[in-house]
Every structure is written in C-alpha cells, then in structure tokens.
C-alpha cells in the first residue's frame, strides 16, 4: 500500500468534505453538490465505507483527496497539507513540509 493510500485510508470522506462544503446526510452516506459541474440538487454521493464520491448526473468520480482538491480548488501537495493542518492527520513523508495556499 502506497504511502498516499495509507493517509487517505485515516480520513472520513463524511467529515472532509462537510469542512468543503454542505453534506445533507443521506442513509450510510451523504450528498453534495458535484465539484464538476454547476447543480441546485445534490447529486454526488458520498461513500464513506470506501472512502469514495460519485455523480450520478455526470458520472464523476474519485477518493477523498481528489473531491478536496476540487471543492478546494487545490493541488495535491496542497489537498494533503490542508487535511493534515485541519485535521491533524500526519501527511505521508514524501508531503512533509508542502505549501498550503491562503484559505
């Protein structure tokens, strides 16, 4: 298991994301607005049992660290040093140290 893997395997996509965004609770999971195209409904779903999102509507997808850096609109140095300041969660070694952009 990668290093990335690991850290994201630490992380409630639930928890992230309601710090990104409004999460209407929904079953097991949540929903949001899809980071990847404009909506009035929530139609992306959240998956907390595996760590992962998906639209329904356009069919986007991906794990918590891809929906940070797109609500955030960050990079991925940046999505793994914003989650590690916010939640306390020690990034994997070769992030040490990444430059967050002002919030």
Excluded: Q
């Excluded at 992962?52 to 991906?62: H, L, P, Q, T, V």
């Amino acid at each position: 298991m990668s290093d990335l893997k690991a850290f994201e395997g630490r992380l409630d996509i639930i928890t992230i994301a309601e710090a990104c965004t409004k999460v209407e609770r929904f079953g097991k999971g949540g929903r949001i607005l899809c980071p990847v195209h404009d909506e009035s409904n929530p139609s992306c779903y959240l998956e907390p049992l595996i760590n992962s999102w998906s639209c329904w509507s356009c069919g986007a997808k991906g794990d918590t660290l891809k929906l940070v850096m797109l609500l955030r609109k960050l990079s991925l140095p940046e999505a793994v040093a914003w989650i590690s300041e916010t939640f306390g969660v020690e990034p994997p070694p070769r992030y040490l140290g990444a430059e967050t952009r002002p919030a």
